[in-house]
């Protein structure tokens, strides 16, 4: 991804938001014209994509009679149309579709969308039954869908016929996320906690350190804390009482956050590890889902979704990846397991399914704890973990949205799980 950015022509900028944002009545609608309005307003620099054509394809009365009368066999309530390209056929079908069915549009290409806003019929997501949902993420699209009630049982989905062969990969990405199977977790008082152990890599200058240890659950039967140092410091003098469960151990960074790890990991002796930053915090619904989620017998291991909160804690970082930002950070304690690559690490050698929690979010506090120098001098870390071979920039300018918009940080039950393959 590029490092930096630029602001939208103001022209294009007013255009999607006026077209996007203020005309909404549907709740769905409502929240994915927002969510897409503050992607557009955003522009990678140097991005570029294969721009759709101005002038309308001859074929589309053609395409857009027959993909409805493939809706008609089913009569779902809502038409996902995978790719927007031109505009012509979203209009054409929201003319030919009842009004009480949903038509939404899904892109991947906020640049190709910028361009075919531009063309006159992107009039028709003016209509209160039409919505664009337009994020480089597929997963973030599957979650919001998912979040406003689009189900896949609810949904008539299909590729646009008019997009280019060379451009439809992502939207059979997003065809599989659609595809994956659905769980639910409920709670029971019956299930006794399975033992678990919480691994941390921290650094002793790290802010908040005292509140971080202070959310921790009783039932939590190890904390164990691997301090970039050449020894574990005074936690006393860091504010952060003694706690018989707290394993203090140490080695420098040394820019290998997947050895750190690796090093916290083998100080684990629970059936199930959570691993968690210090700048991070579960919601105190997640921390009382964890039990629930690891009696689950057919699920070794949760991606949790991520919110950097910024500029404030109502709002968050969102677009273009940073959310909803999977963390892998549940998962059963098993022989062989271990990180992998030094910067973005990956845990490897893990048996059995692995799972996507559809609600319940690690806050990310990175950017409101701690400064700008701060923050540049972690990512100067991280650049040089990579060898160089990425660059990590600071930029305020990229998207926030408000957190009401997103699922929940909090997790209610019956918890619903993607369940991967």
Known sequence: ???????????????????????????????????????????????????????????TPKWAARLVRAWSRERRPNFLLLGLWQTCLAAELRRLLPDDVLLVVSDVSPEAVRAALAQPEAAVFSHPSAALLCDTSAWAQRLLLDSTGIEPASVFAVINPLLPAAKRDPYHELERLLALRKAEVARSEKDAPSSLSLAIILHPAEPGLAEFFAAIPTWVEQICVLWDASEPPSTSALGIPPDPRRIDAAH????????????????????????????????????AALPALMARQDVAGYYFQRQTLYPDASSCKMGYGLWPDLQFRLFRSQPGIAYQRPVHEILEGLSGTRAVLAAGAIEHYNRLN???????????????????????????EYPSLARALLPSSELEFPARLFMLP
């Not at 022209?11 to 203020?22: D, I, N, Q, R, Y």
């Not at 294969?50 to 394809?57: F, G, K, R, S």
């Not at 400064?371 to 930029?395: C, Y």
């Open 252 to 287: 420098p960074l040394a820019g290998d956050f997947a050895a750190q790890r690796n090093r916290a990991l083998g100080l684990c002796r629970g059936e199930w590890v959570l691993s968690l930053d210090g700048d991070e915090r579960l919601p105190v619904s997640l921390w």
């Open 370 to 396: 701690k400064t700008p120098e701060e923050l540049r001098r972690k990512l100067s870390v991280f650049d040089g973990a990579t060898g160089g071979a990425w660059g990590h920039r600071l930029n305020t």
């Open 1 to 59: 991804m590029p490092n930096s950015a630029q602001k939208p022509p103001p022209a294009c900028a007013a255009m999607t938001h006026s077209m996007l944002k203020e005309k909404p009545i549907l709740p769905a609608v409502e929240r994915l014209a927002e969510y897409t309005g503050q992607v557009l307003s955003f522009i990678l620099d140097g991005a570029r994509d294969i721009l759709p054509p101005a002038e309308p394809n001859p074929d």
